[in-house]
């Protein structure tokens, strides 16, 4: 691994428009499990009774009881792990322009990255859905249930709920960023659902090197992805920052 790991820093050293792409992998050394797969908590959860968005305009109160609720009680406690806070670090070296993320969870901001394109939107904000006002998820009062705005309104979650589209404005500027990157890093996602897929897709085609960090070959491996970095995305980071670190000082 530690080949690979020097390998990376050299192509990121020596890129000029960096971008990463992450998906729940990143976030699960944070304590947040992921929705889709084993353990996921579309397992638990079925996400058309509580995670569509006719599911929560026909009752409210139940896709916040079950759905809500619990995704609250983990967000509220998670903090960003050490993959989270290496692609921070990238940033403040100039060596990372923005992030792509299928991930709710705000992390990627807490750890300081300035530039980052939600797909999914944000669980860590709740938008009233009358006036359109904004609170933090963990400011939200759960003694009444659909917690409501001052106006009245009750509020949503500020993410797109299944049978919601992805707002075109973060279509376009995420595939913007995939055309002009020369390296595009992906972290914890397998990377097989739309529109996430995607993006590799076309950076490859734009000539960008992608390199994956995944516990395990996925979809992309040997096919899109250049190399694959096999391996925890906090360990991996740790690495590639500390050689990184080692190239720019020299
Ligand atoms: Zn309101």
Redesign the pocket.
């Known amino acids: 691994m530690q080949d690979l790991i020097e390998r990376a820093a050299r192509d990121i050293a020596g890129s000029t428009y960096a971008i990463a792409l992450t998906g729940a992998g990143i976030s699960v050394e944070s304590g947040i499990p992921p929705f889709r797969g084993k353990g996921g908590l579309w397992e638990k959860i079925d996400p058309m009774e509580f995670a569509h968005i006719d599911s929560f305009l026909r009752d409210p109160e139940k896709v916040w009881n079950v759905l809500i609720k619990e995704m609250k009680g983990v967000v509220d406690e998670a903090k960003p792990n050490d993959a989270h806070t290496g692609l921070a670090d990238l940033e403040r070296m100039g060596k990372l322009k923005t992030i792509i993320t299928q991930n709710v969870d705000g992390l990627h901001q807490v750890a300081g990255n300035t530039d980052v394109i939600e797909f999914h939107g944000n669980f860590a904000w709740q938008r ?1 859905m ?4 904004k609170i933090e998820t963990s400011e939200i009062d759960l003694s009444e249930i659909p917690p409501r ?5 009750i509020y949503r979650p500020d993410c797109v709920f299944f049978g919601e589209m992805i707002p075109p404005d973060y279509m376009r500027r995420s595939q913007q960023a995939a055309s002009l990157c020369d390296i595009m890093l992906v972290l914890g996602t397998s990377a097989v659902v739309q529109p996430a897929a995607y993006m590799p897709v076309v950076a490859k085609e734009n000539g960008a090197k992608v390199i994956e960090i995944n516990p395990e070959n996925t979809p992309l491996t040997g096919r899109i992805s250049d190399y694959i970095i096999l391996g925890r995305g906090g360990e991996v980071m740790n690495g590639i920052i500390a050689e990184l670190e080692k190239l720019l000082d020299a």
């Open positions: 009233c009358d006036c359109g006002g705005c001052a106006c009245g309104g």
